[in-house]
């Protein structure tokens, strides 16, 4: 079974950075495809950024090109989301999510995470 464990949220001001992890374990072809998600207080929860495990090809939501990095650590089984330029806008639980396919549906993915908390001040 696949465990996923967020970190690395906090208060940042804004345009500085932040560099969340996912700690993976139990991976298998249901999690070949990680992702990130973020969820503001009465907002629906929103794709962020995705990474294929075996090919380490990525995508991004538009707000975020430029600015957000998401990559993987083979050897720790972690995948990293850096994040530059930070928002007021961009406050939010974040969360890792792993599922097989090429989407960006979050219904879609099957192992989520206990989320970590981002704090962008104005």
């Known amino acids: 079974q696949v465990q996923l464990v967020e970190s690395g949220g906090g208060l940042v001001q804004a345009g500085g950075s932040l560099r969340l992890s996912c700690a993976v374990s139990?991976?298998?072809?249901?999690?070949?495809?990680m992702g990130w998600f973020r969820q503001a207080p009465g907002k629906e929860r929103e794709f962020v950024a995705r990474i294929s495990w075996s090919s380490r090809n990525t995508y991004y939501a538009e707000s975020v090109k430029g600015r957000f990095t998401i990559s993987r650590d083979d050897a720790k089984n972690t995948v990293y989301l850096q994040m530059n330029s930070l928002k007021p806008e961009e406050t939010a639980v974040y969360y890792c999510?792993?599922?097989?396919?090429?989407?960006?549906?979050?219904?879609?993915?099957?192992?989520w995470g206990q989320g970590t908390q981002v704090t962008v001040s104005s």
């Open positions: 139990g991976r298998t072809s249901s999690s070949n495809r």
């Open positions: 999510a792993a599922t097989t396919g090429p989407t960006v549906d979050p219904s879609l993915y099957d192992y």
